[in-house]
Structure formats: C-alpha cells, structure tokens
C-alpha cells in the first residue's frame, strides 16, 4: 500500500464508522415496542398505505404501530352507498394488513351523523321512514359489516359522537327517526353479530363536564342492560395548550368507577392559530382562510416544536399513569402531511399535529419528550 492508498483507506474506514454511529444513534425503540406494557399504539390508516402504493408508509406502520383505525373506509357512506349496495374493496385490504401484520384492527364507525348517505333515512318515495324501518337497516348493515369481520376486528366504534357539547342529544336522524334509545340499540346489534368483539361509545371533548356527563349515563344505561361495552373513545383532537392536563385527567378518574376503558382514538395536536372559537372537532365546522392563520407555511420554527414535545410529554404520562384502563392510544394521521388538520377547520394550511414529519421522518424532540430517550 502506497501513502496514498493507506490515507484512503483510512478515510474509508472513519466514514463507515460515523455513518455507523449515526445509524446507530437514530435507531429508537419502536413506538409500540416502547409502550408494550402500558397500551397499544395506533394510527389511522389511508387507502394508499394498505394496497402497496406508499412503501414508506407501510413500513413505519408495520415498525412502529401494533393497531390500526380506517380514517374513512368503514363508515357507512364508504361501505354502503346505495341500498343493498356493499363496496368492500377497500375495507377488506384495510382489514387483510391489520391481521396479516397481528395488528388490533379497529373497526370505525358503525352509527353516525357525518358521511352517512342520505337514503339510509328515505323510502323509494323520499320520504322519511319511521322507527321500525329505520331500526331494520341498521340492523342489516351492522349485521353485515360487523358480521363480514367477525373475529378479525378487535374492537369497533358502534356509535360516534351522539351528543353536543352541552350534554344534549344531538338531533341527528338517527336519534329523532328512533329516539334516544338508537344507541342502546346499535349496541345491541354489533354484540349479537359478534359477541367476542369489543364495543366503545367515541366521541370528542369529553373533557368537557356536560358532555361528560351524558356519556357517563349512557354507559350505566347500557351496563344495566347487560351490555357489555368495552371502553369510551375521547378522540384527542387537541391544541398546545387547549385542554389542560387536568380536565383530561378528569375523563379518566370519572370513567374509572364505571369499569370501562378509556382510549384516546384520533389522537393529534393543533399547532396552528384558531380563529376565536373554542376548539373543536365539529367536522361541519369552516372558517375562511387568513395568511395570519398559516403562520408555519415554510416549516415549523425549533421553538413551536418543543412546544409540541412539551405536549406530547404532558398527554402522554397522563396516558401511563392511568395505563391500567387506558387500551389504546391511536394517532389519527401517520405524517403532518397527510393530516386532516391541514384542511380543518380552514382548508389549504399548513399543520404539524403528529409525530412523523412530511417526510416521514420521526420528530426526535417528540420521540424523546414521550419516552424519555
Ligand atoms: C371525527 C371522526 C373521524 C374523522 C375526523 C376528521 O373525529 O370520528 O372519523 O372523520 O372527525 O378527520
């Protein structure tokens, strides 16, 4: 070997070495793995994540999360949008990588308001049909979609979000075709089409006491008819600072008595400025766009995302403190990018309310405020 060769070598060798370290410093405990003990790690899931089109994203769901929620391809608008009219395609792939990669797949949602098509409501004549109707089909569909799952779903929202904030019904179709006792009802219906699956009641801003309030009853109600409802989803739709620890701490000490879970189901923190309103995740919620809305458009300054690790931090030893009764945690977006919130409730901004970037990059600050490493 020449002095010149030796020096290459040398070269060679210290480049390996730091490339080595680096490697070596990035590599985390996976999410799922790090919570193993505490609860399980979710994420919601697109189409294009499950049918091999977006190899990224497969990967980190695969590496870091142990369960998944659809984010639109099992609500009923989705599933069945015309009577007698089952799309499958899409949920059966949805459902095949859960069970294929022993994922707790979560089923989301069988009763709601929001993208729920309009017929389910009407006879041939357009007119609206009466209770017994009513009940009939949604009986068919939670028979069928529940039924076609049987035993590959963990668990499934059977009604989501069926009061307002004040602790009221929420006057929806479903509550004033059948009356109150709708939910009692699609309950009923999801545990005969698969006893062994579990059940939640979803919602959002259930750290919001009169709202609170109503869940709480509707759980004792379903309870003393021998339903065996497995937890309540608080959604987790969050800001920085909106609400504080201890009124969702109050969730879960309410919940407690009660025996049930409490899961924290679509998960994501808000770093973008509202417009005014209290925050909220009333998807028919819409405000105008104002460049002093989008402040973050470029990138999302050092500073804001320790304040979005200091969040994290904060929810998440709640979340390990009560570990006894909370099941799941689910993200509800894999990357900024993909988030909702980039079009909620202003559309066209710029948002970074998760935990991997826009390049799919896990956000080390984040990463290290939840776990400590
Ligand atoms: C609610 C629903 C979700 C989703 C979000 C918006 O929280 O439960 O399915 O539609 O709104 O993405």
Known sequence: MNHYSISRFHLFLLLFLVTDLAFAQKKQVPLKAYFKKDFLTGVAIRRNYTDGSNV???????????SISPENDLKWG??????????????DQYVDFGVK??????????????????????????????????????QDHIETVVGRYKGKIKGWDVVNEAFN??????????????????????????????PGCELYYNDYNLYNPA??????KLIKRLQA????????????HYSLVFPNITSIEKILTDFEPLGVDVNFTELDIDVLPRAGREITAEV??????????????????????????????????????????????????LTDGASWL?????????????LFDRNYQMKEAVYQAITGK
């Open 56 to 66: 990224k994203a497969q990967k980190l769901i695969v590496e870091q999360f142990n």
């Open 78 to 91: 989705a599933l069945h949008p015309r009577p007698g009219i089952y799309r499958f395609d899409y949920a």
């Open 101 to 138: 990669n022993h994922m707790a797949t979560i089923g989301h949602t069988l009763i709601w308001h929001s993208q729920s098509p309009e017929w389910i409501f009407k006879d041939d004549q357009g007119l609206q049909i009466g209770r017994e109707a009513l009940l009939k089909r949604m």
């Open 165 to 194: 904030d004040n602790g009221t019904f929420r006057e929806t179709k479903w509550k004033t075709i059948i009356g109150e006792d709708y939910i009692e009802k699609a309950f009923e219906f999801a545990q005969q089409a698969d």
């Open 211 to 216: 709202k609170r309030a109503s869940v709480l």
């Open 225 to 236: 008819r021998n339903i065996k409802i497995k937890g309540v989803g608080e959604q987790g």
């Open 284 to 333: 028919s919620a819409s405000e105008g766009y104002e460049s002093k809305y989008d402040p973050f458009k470029k990138g999302l300054p050092d500073s804001v995302t320790l304040q979005l690790a200091k969040r994290y931090q904060s929810i998440f030893s709640l979340f390990v403190k009560y570990r006894k009764m909370v099941g799941r945690v689910t993200f509800w977006g």
């Open 342 to 354: 980039n079009n909620f409730p202003v559309r066209g901004r710029s948002n970074y309310p998760l």
